[in-house]
């Protein structure tokens, strides 16, 4: 069966550093990898995803992770965080079986300081 | 696309009574799901349908809860009777397809049972 860890409930780096969360999953299949982000009191907002092709996929405000099969990981990373990166952060794996459904990690809390 | 919209955004209630939270997919995707988001225990799958067919209900956590899907436009999530316990943020998601990859959250309702 999938699985997702997420290493680090929270993480916490200051204003203009390197943000790496990080993400492990297995799976039996081939994965489809997302990273989703979650503000204070909003549902769940899609950063990326990984399906096929380029392991290094690239998302919105900045975010990027790598996609690699022989470490099975799917790390976070942001060159220069910014306060507003503060926000609850989960990984997820599509569901091996074709039923649309996400197996989501933990999830890890960054915190931004100034 | 109105995205996914749930109702109430906020519920009070008193323990004991009857609450029902609202859900209305966005159009076309067939997959949709119930999760439950507190602090103690992070996010919970409580139960998805696949075509308007509940296929995994095993996130329930009691027989207090239960959950419709009528139609493919409208989703209900009842708790009967409530208890403090139930406070938490309760999100659905819809999805189109095998993979997950149209997964989308609505903003949640949040609960909270005195």
């Known amino acids: 069966a999938q699985s997702v860890t997420q290493l680090g409930s929270h993480v916490s780096v200051s204003e203009g550093a390197l943000v790496l969360l990080r993400c492990n999953y297995s799976?039996?299949?081939?994965?489809?990898l997302f990273w989703y982000v979650q503000y204070p009191n909003q549902g769940l907002q899609l950063l990326l995803k990984?399906?096929?092709?380029?392991?290094l996929v690239k998302g919105i405000n900045g975010f990027e992770a790598e996609f690699k099969k022989s470490e099975t990981s799917f790390h976070l990373t942001k060159p220069s965080a910014h306060m507003s990166d503060a926000a609850e952060y989960f990984c997820?794996?599509?569901?091996?079986?074709?039923?649309?459904?996400?197996?989501f990690g933990q999830g890890t809390t960054l915190q931004v300081k100034p | 696309d109105a995205g996914v919209i749930q109702s109430p955004r906020h519920e009070v209630t008193e323990m004991g009574q009857e609450v029902t939270l609202r859900c209305k997919p966005i159009?076309?995707?067939?997959?949709l799901f119930w999760y439950r988001q507190t602090m103690m225990r992070g996010l919970e799958l409580l139960i998805y349908?696949?075509?308007?067919?509940?296929?995994?209900d095993s996130g329930m956590p009691e027989d207090r809860f239960s959950a419709k899907m009528p139609n493919a436009s409208f989703s209900t999530l009842k708790i009967q009777p409530s208890e403090p316990r139930d406070s938490a943020v309760y999100f659905c998601?819809?999805?189109?397809?095998?993979?997950?990859?149209?997964?989308?959250f609505g903003s949640g309702t949040r609960l909270t049972v005195v």
């Open positions: 998601a819809s999805s189109l397809g095998p993979n997950g990859l149209s997964y989308t």
């Open positions: 799976s039996s299949v081939p994965p489809y």
């Open positions: 990984y399906t096929t092709g380029a392991t």
């Open positions: 997820a794996v599509s569901e091996a079986g074709n039923t649309g459904k996400l197996i």
């Open positions: 159009s076309g995707h067939n997959s």
């Open positions: 349908f696949n075509n308007n067919v509940p296929i995994d």
